[in-house]
Each structure stands twice: as structure tokens, then as C-alpha cells.
């Protein structure tokens, strides 16, 4: 390059100090810095003490934890968008939802519950029992709405379409088996919806067990509707050989979680043990 009919005038070439120990350190490829350079875009080599070397250290591991969270935010809102939470559900909330119902404890619970989630202090679960038109999936709704508005990611679900996800990481370019297993068991929230509605393959079952005591042993809270009470749930989610793994998913689930028993549709009660 002709310096003397550059454009650029030269100013240094001398880099950035240490903040630690006040080393030089020269910009990364480049020989020289030009006043019109964008102080933005150079980085600086790394200094080797050791003050430095742990700043790096935890740099570059937020910076990793920050990719991996975009990676699956992106991936989060396409199955969110999909594949589940259909528009319909994206406007269910407690406020509108307490309106017309008279269960007021209930919702009082839920959303206590939800304001812990968001939080990070609750470590329990909830399983919400109740038949069919007790407003399962929409209850599950609002705690997913209510997390997602202060940008906690929740995924909500049902059973089979977890595995689904697992079963597309083997073919798409998108995550691996160990990744979408790895996101469902660290979401800050996971709901699964209408559990014990579809029988599920061994290999399901061990999937989704995987997600469960995954989610227990890092103290992350779950929420599952249902409309089958423990035996019954066992009985729906197995068929012969697979019903100890379906016993375990519904034991963890028991220990792991508070239930919540919709009796009628205005009259509600609150159990601390599982009803599931
Ligand atoms: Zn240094």
C-alpha cells in the first residue's frame, strides 16, 4: 500500500493495552492503525497473564452460552410458532381467564406459582388435573404467556410432539438428538400438555423420562396437564413392555411436582400432593 497517497494516515502501530498488566497488545491482523478505522472493529491480541487469561475464559464462555441461547431461541419460536402454540392459545391469560372464571384461589396459585418461575426460585412442578373442558391446556396457556412476556423461554407441548422434534433432529441440520433433549431439559419452563393422551414407544417413554429427571436433577420446574389420575396415566402412557418406564416417568413426576385438581369447572382445589 502507498502510504504517502493513502487516504488512511497512519497513526500507530501500536495496539491496546492490558487492563490487568498494562502489556502492549497489537490489533489482530493489522500491521498498522488508521484514523479512519472503526476503533469498533479491531480486536487485540490476548494478553497471556493470568488475570487475563480468566477474564477470556469467562468471555468467551458468555458469549458461548449467549450463541447457544439464539441458537435455541430461533428454534424455540419456529416450534413455538408451528407447531403447538397456535394463536389461539397465544392470547390465553390469567387476567382474562380469571374473569370468567370463578376457581379465584386457583388462579391465585397458578399465577404465584408463575411469578416464582419467573424468578427462577420455584423448583417444583405442577400437574393439572381435570377432565376434559376444565380449561387444562388453557391454564397451561397463561403460565406459558405470562413467562414469555418477561423473555423466559418456555416450551409447550405435547408428548408426542417433543418426540417428534427428537426424532426430526436425526434428519434436519438444526440440532442434534443430545442438543433437542439438552433444550427441552433446560428451557426455563416446559409444559406438556395433555399427558397420557397418546401412547408412546419405549424409546419415547425413555426420551422423555431422560427430559423429566433432567429437568428434577437441575431443580427446573415442569408443568403437565392431564386428565388421568396416576394409575391411569401409567396405563395410558404404556403398553406390555414398556410399563416400568412409564411408572418412572409418572413416579418422578409425583415427587417432582404439586397437583392441582380441577373438580368442576367453577370449583377448584388444591392438593399438595399429586394428583396426576
Ligand atoms: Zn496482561
Known amino acids: 500500500m502507498d502510504l504517502k497517497n493513502s487516504t488512511f494516515k497512519v497513526i500507530t502501530n501500536e495496539g491496546a493495552k492490558c487492563r490487568f498488566c498494562n502489556k502492549i497488545l497489537n490489533p489482530i491482523?493489522?500491521?498498522?492503525?488508521?484514523?479512519?478505522?472503526?476503533?469498533?472493529?479491531?480486536?487485540?491480541?490476548?494478553?497471556?497473564?493470568?488475570?487475563?487469561i480468566q477474564f477470556w475464559k469467562d468471555f468467551d464462555l458468555r458469549k458461548e452460552e449467549k450463541q447457544r441461547q439464539e441458537k435455541y431461541k430461533k428454534i424455540i419460536n419456529n416450534i413455538y410458532k408451528n407447531n403447538y402454540m397456535k394463536k389461539r392459545l397465544q392470547k390465553c391469560n390469567f387476567e382474562n381467564f380469571s374473569s370468567t372464571y370463578k376457581g379465584e384461589k386457583i388462579i391465585n396459585q397458578?399465577?404465584?406459582?408463575?411469578?416464582?418461575?419467573?424468578k427462577s426460585e420455584m423448583q417444583n412442578g405442577i400437574i393439572i388435573y381435570g377432565n376434559i373442558g376444565y380449561k387444562k391446556t388453557y391454564l397451561g396457556a397463561c403460565i406459558a404467556n405470562k413467562m414469555i412476556e418477561q423473555n423466559k423461554i418456555v416450551l409447550m407441548e405435547k408428548s408426542s410432539s417433543i418426540i417428534a422434534t427428537i426424532k426430526e433432529s436425526f434428519t434436519?441440520?438444526?440440532?442434534?438428538?443430545?442438543?433437542?433433549?439438552?433444550?427441552?431439559s433446560n428451557v426455563d419452563m416446559l409444559i406438556i400438555d395433555d399427558l397420557g393422551n397418546e401412547s408412546l414407544s419405549k424409546w419415547a417413554l425413555e426420551k422423555l423420562y431422560k427430559i423429566i429427571s433432567?429437568?428434577?436433577?437441575?431443580?427446573?420446574?415442569i408443568v403437565i396437564t392431564t386428565r388421568y389420575n396416576k394409575e391411569q396415566l401409567i396405563e395410558q402412557l404404556s403398553n406390555e413392555n414398556n410399563i416400568e418406564i412409564a411408572e418412572e416417568i409418572v413416579e418422578i413426576l409425583n415427587e417432582m411436582c404439586?397437583?392441582?385438581?380441577?373438580?368442576?369447572?367453577e370449583k377448584v382445589s388444591i392438593s399438595n400432593q399429586t394428583k396426576c
Not at 434436519?172 to 427441552?184: C, K, P, Q
Not at 433432567?214 to 420446574?221: A, G
Request: glycine residues 4%; hydrophobic residues 30%; negative net charge.
Open 258 to 265: 404439586y397437583g392441582i385438581v380441577l373438580e368442576e369447572k
Open 29 to 52: 491482523g493489522l500491521d498498522y492503525l488508521y484514523v479512519n478505522y472503526d476503533k469498533n472493529m479491531l480486536e487485540y491480541e490476548r494478553c497471556d497473564c493470568e488475570k487475563s
Open 214 to 221: 433432567n429437568r428434577y436433577d437441575n431443580d427446573l420446574p
Open 110 to 118: 397458578l399465577i404465584k406459582f408463575t411469578d416464582l418461575c419467573i
Open 172 to 184: 434436519n441440520e438444526g440440532l442434534s438428538e443430545i442438543e433437542v433433549i439438552d433444550l427441552y
